[in-house]
């Protein structure tokens, strides 16, 4: 059974930084691919970033965002924070046999 654990979600102040982690265990597969994605109060869910052989980011994020791998952990580090970027964050996996795996999410809200 594959599970996905996030952290690193919280309050923070518009300028702010972030670090988002999720560890996947019990996975015997590839990685094909592990990203974040979020879901804002009343909007679609929306892909922020995308790493695999590349790195793809949303464009609002570009330049602020950074998503990084370490084995089966996947990390977005999140700086210069907006009140838009407020939402729940939640990660992907995307096995070599194309399966998905999701996380639980983790609420970030930024905040004055």
């Known amino acids: 059974q594959v599970q996905l654990v996030e952290s690193g979600g919280g309050l923070v102040q518009p300028g702010g930084s972030l670090r988002l982690s999720c560890a996947a265990s019990?996975?015997?597969?590839?990685?094909?691919?592990m990203g974040w994605y979020r879901r804002a109060p009343g909007k679609e869910r929306e892909l922020v970033a995308l790493?695999?052989?590349s790195t793809t980011y949303l464009d609002s994020v570009k330049g602020r965002f950074t998503i990084s791998r370490a084995k089966n952990t996947v990390y977005l580090q999140m700086n210069s924070l907006k009140p838009e970027d407020t939402a729940v964050y939640y990660c992907?996996?995307?096995?070599?046999?194309?399966?998905?795996?999701w996380g639980q999410g983790t609420q970030v809200t930024v905040s004055s």
């Open positions: 992907k996996i995307t096995s070599s046999h194309f399966h998905d795996y």
């Open positions: 790493i695999s052989s």
């Open positions: 019990g996975t015997w597969f590839g990685i094909r691919a």
